[in-house]
């Protein structure tokens, strides 16, 4: 449903990268209902064969760059229309989060956007239910990781050189997309 709803809402676009792409579906979706786009998938290179065989199962390969590496410093390019961050964030603090946002601020052209689709807490950080839960096993299963407010990211986004993020739910999921602009 995240993956539908993240192509749900962008649209038409030309380029896209999808960072930690895992399965590809993010990229790969946004690529069947944008024609003419190509999209750079960025993850560890035997994630990316599973990527690669979805894009090939759904008629995209031909669109479909993959680039193996740490998102942290593999080359995202400059110009794309959009940068996907699915379920990503949520394994670092605070500054690592941000420096993934930055460097998504600079592969985007002026004007572009990008997704962070996440397990969201209200500011309460108790509920919904899922988020909250998940926060809890970030706290004891990763040495930074967390499960962000939508004003912490606000907060980190603007860091980055964003505009203040639209949350949209996904029907079907526990997961926010927030999608900021450049």
């Known amino acids: ?11 038409g676009v030309d ?13 790969i979706l946004v690529l069947q209902n944008s024609p003419s786009a190509r999209c750079l998938a960025v993850d560890w290179p035997n994630v990316l064969e599973l990527a690669r065989d979805n894009a090939a199962q759904a008629g995209v ?3 479909y760059e993959t680039r193996a590496g740490s998102a942290f410093d593999v080359d ?8 996907l961050l699915p379920n990503i964030l949520h394994h670092f603090e605070r500054p690592g989060c941000e420096t ?10 002026p004007g ?16 919904p239910s899922a988020p909250a839960w998940f926060a809890t096993m970030m ?7 967390d499960a962000y407010t939508q004003s912490e990211y606000a907060v ?14 996904v029907p079907g999921s526990a997961r926010t997309l927030l999608v900021a602009g450049r």
């Open 156 to 169: 980190m986004l603007a860091a980055a050189g964003f505009s203040r993020p639209e949350a949209h739910a």
């Open 61 to 63: 390969l031909d669109r």
């Open 1 to 11: 449903p995240q993956a539908r709803k993240a192509a749900e809402i962008a649209g």
């Open 139 to 145: 706290l004891a299963t990763t040495p930074n990781g």
């Open 100 to 109: 993934l946002l930055r460097r998504a601020h600079q592969a985007l052209r």
């Open 76 to 83: 995202l390019g400059s110009g794309h229309d959009l940068v």
């Open 112 to 127: 572009g956007r990008v997704f962070v689709i996440e397990l969201v807490p209200h500011e309460d950080r108790v509920t």
């Open 15 to 27: 380029s896209v990268v999808d960072v930690a792409a895992g399965h590809g579906m993010f990229g």
